[in-house]
Structures are given as structure tokens and as C-alpha cells.
């Protein structure tokens, strides 16, 4: 069940623009926490929210165009192959049978995690995954007895164990986030105002070129 192998972190989302927000934030868990990679993975059918605005073909070519170079960040896009929403779970076997013996780190911002119970097969995550909870300083942690209880089993307090076990870990890493959303890029898009400096300068000349989200 042990391994030497550097985890491999996992960020989802519809990246409907892919930003800052979402490229920092990956930055700084690929060096914080030692990983091989932090692989973004877009969400081709998001099962719990509106379908996203841009085409698959244009968020995947925005993430491209944003991690053109960068050491550490990667592209998944898995989840276009498959009919369906898209479930996380699934997306974790799918991992799992390709990198058999490597450790996982589902990367999660409190917000999710806290919405955990709400999940397909939530109480699966943990025999496929660990999971990194990002936490911003002064947020508060679960209070309901489910998500209290499954923290306490599964909270790690070495960050080396994630490195040590393939899955079942929760390791809470506070992190400095910027309040960025692509909902405020897409609201001023759409309202003809500048988002500039919340994404890449690259993706924007793309969303123009492509005149998205108006």
C-alpha cells in the first residue's frame, strides 16, 4: 500500500474561463506539497450546476493556451470521453486503472468539501483518492456530524503521508486564494468591461478572438 511515488494533484471545475484564481492556486499545491504534476481536469458535463458557456473544444484550448510552459501544471481531458454527467467518482477509477500505484490528491476548496455529502458516491472518494482541502485562513471547519466524523478519521496531520499511501488521507492546506470567479469574468464580458489581470493575457485575446461570453 506504500509507495515513494510523488502524488499526482487533481483540480476539476468548468474552467468556463479558466483564471488566475484557478492557475495560482494549482502553482502553489504542485510546490508546496512536493507533487508530480497537478493535472487539470475539465468537466465536460458538471452534474450539480448550469452546463458551461464555451465549448469543450474552447475551454480546452484556453486551459492550453494558460499552461503553455508551465512546469508542473498538465491537461486532463478525460472526462470528454465519456456519455453522461460527469461524475468525479468515475474520473477517479478512470485515474486509478492508469496510474495504478501512484497516490492521488483531490484538490478541494472548503466550499466543496463541506458540500461533500452531496456527492455520487461520496463515501467512495477515500478507496481511490486522498483529498487536499484548501482552506482560507479564518474559514471555519465542518460542523455537521457526518463530515466532522469523516475528517476526524481520515484528517492527516504529516504531510509526507500523502506521500507514504496511495489514498484515504485529508490534509487541510491553508493557502493565500484570490477571489477570482468566472462568473465576475463572464459578467463583465458579457457588460463590454475589462477583465484584464484576472486571467492570463494570452486567454483573453483568445475569449476576444473567439468572442466569447458576450
Keep these: 500500500m506504500t509507495t515513494a511515488q510523488k502524488p499526482i494533484g487533481l483540480l476539476g471545475g468548468t474552467f468556463d474561463p479558466v483564471h488566475h484564481g484557478h492557475l495560482r492556486l494549482a502553482l502553489e499545491l504542485y510546490e508546496k506539497l512536493d507533487l508530480a504534476e497537478v493535472r487539470l481536469i475539465p468537466s465536460a458535463i458538471p452534474p450539480h450546476r ?10 480546452l484550448a484556453m486551459i492550453q493556451i494558460a499552461i503553455q510552459g508551465v512546469k508542473g501544471l498538465t491537461l486532463d481531458d478525460r472526462e470528454f470521453y465519456r456519455t453522461g454527467p460527469s461524475y468525479t467518482i468515475h474520473t477517479l477509477e478512470s485515474l486509478r486503472a492508469d496510474f495504478t500505484t501512484q497516490p492521488l490528491c483531490l484538490i478541494l476548496g472548503m466550499d466543496a468539501f463541506l458540500n461533500l455529502p452531496n456527492w ?5 472518494l477515500m478507496t481511490l483518492t486522498h483529498l487536499v482541502v484548501v482552506r482560507r485562513a479564518g474559514t471555519v471547519l465542518p460542523e455537521t456530524h457526518d463530515l466532522q466524523h469523516f475528517l476526524h478519521i481520515h484528517q492527516l496531520h504529516d504531510q509526507e503521508e500523502l506521500t507514504q499511501n496511495r489514498v484515504g488521507g485529508i490534509w ?8 477570482i470567479s468566472a462568473t465576475q469574468i463572464r459578467n463583465l464580458l458579457a457588460t463590454h468591461k475589462n477583465p484584464r489581470y484576472l486571467l492570463p493575457h494570452s486567454v483573453l485575446n483568445f475569449i476576444y478572438t473567439h468572442q466569447l461570453y458576450r
Aim: glycine content about 0%.
Design 120 to 124: 455520487y458516491q461520496w463515501e467512495r
Design 50 to 59: 448550469h452546463p458551461p458557456l464555451a465549448s469543450p473544444q474552447m475551454r
Design 172 to 179: 487541510i492546506e491553508e493557502i493565500t486564494q484570490l477571489t
